[in-house]
């Protein structure tokens, strides 16, 4: 039996998914450290063109997938490839910074 649920109680739900959206991006901003540091070792620049080439390509085939509208998906991810690469830019930065302040 369908019993109907209020909008607060739907609103409940959302508010919990944004909340695991928000550790998943905070999870994926973690790992731009990492990321940078391998950069820096193989001499590969921040901005790699085919890796943001293939993510968008990949998660608008996963909208798709699951029947959601791709455009906005890729907007999406545009802004997260962008927040990632800021965050691997500041991280190769600090240790110039230390070394700076050192002196």
């Known amino acids: 039996m369908y019993i109907p ?10 508010t919990q998914i944004d909340e695991e959206i928000i550790l ?12 940078a540091a391998i950069k820096q070792e193989r001499g590969i620049p921040v901005h790699d063109n085919q890796r ?4 968008l390509a990949y998660v608008m085939k996963q909208a798709r997938a699951h029947h959601i509208d791709p455009a906005p998906v890729r907007e999406i991810f545009e802004t997260l490839i962008a927040m990632n690469e800021k965050a691997q830019r ?3 930065e600090k240790p110039a910074q230390k070394k700076t302040a050192r002196k």
Request: hydrophobic letters at 50%; a neutral charge; zero cysteines.
């Open 90 to 92: 500041a991280a190769l």
């Open 52 to 55: 943001k080439t293939d993510v």
């Open 24 to 35: 998943l991006i905070a999870q994926r901003q973690s790992l731009a450290g990492k990321i």
């Open 5 to 14: 649920m209020t909008i607060e109680e739907v609103r409940g739900e959302i």
